[in-house]
């Protein structure tokens, strides 16, 4: 497994990131759907990084074998996705301080924006009501203290450190690379 790291570290990379991006969609989903748990606004956009990640890491594993300006594409994208990776990290801790009341969330999925509404019997605010609406400062599950936007946060972290540590290592070796034969 070193051989292969060694041997192409950003392609490397990019093949970690495609298995644990479709390991985090995957229970993301499942959590969903067979668990019952909603996703709030914010996991929902918190998610994106992610479905990037699978369409984009693949991509970039061929291209880091390219012997042509493929590889410094990939490398690109490699570093653009490490970038947001630590965006989503933000979000994420973000949500997940919303979560905890450390401070305040969105308007648009903490249930704040429905009060003014008003209504008589009958109206909109009876048919809100009985709308579930999936706010984002109530955490549905937590495991040893954390969220999912507390695990979201965590795992994030680890992607944009597995993204930008291959693109780094795959720069130095291309300076390397260059002092070694004198390229321009």
Not at 90 to 96: D, E
Not at 98 to 108: D, I, L, M
Not at 154 to 182: D, E, H, Q
Request: contains cysteine; hydrophobic residues 45%; charged residues 15%.
């Amino acid at each position: 497994m070193r051989d292969r790291f060694n041997e192409n570290p950003l392609g490397f990379c990019a093949l970690l990131l495609f298995a644990l991006s479709a390991a985090v969609v995957i229970s993301a989903l499942g959590f969903e759907h067979i668990g019952g748990y909603k996703p709030c606004p914010l996991c929902l956009i918190e998610r994106k990084a992610w479905y990037f990640t699978l369409g984009l890491s693949l991509p970039v594993w061929l291209g880091s074998k390219a012997k042509f300006d493929g590889g410094y594409i990939a490398l690109l994208v490699m570093g653009l996705i490490g970038l947001g990776f630590l965006y989503n990290a933000g979000l994420a801790g973000y949500h997940a301080g919303v979560e905890w009341k450390w401070w305040a969330g969105p308007t648009s999925c903490t249930g704040d924006h429905l009060a003014p509404l008003g209504g008589g019997p009958g109206g909109l605010l009876s048919a809100l009501n009985e709308t579930k609406v999936v706010r984002c400062d109530i955490a549905q599950f937590r495991l040893f203290g954390l969220s999912f936007s507390g695990y979201n946060f965590l795992l994030s972290l680890l992607a944009a450190a597995i993204a930008l540590g291959g693109w780094i290592i795959t720069v130095r070796g291309m300076r390397n690379s260059c002092k070694r034969t004198g390229c321009a």
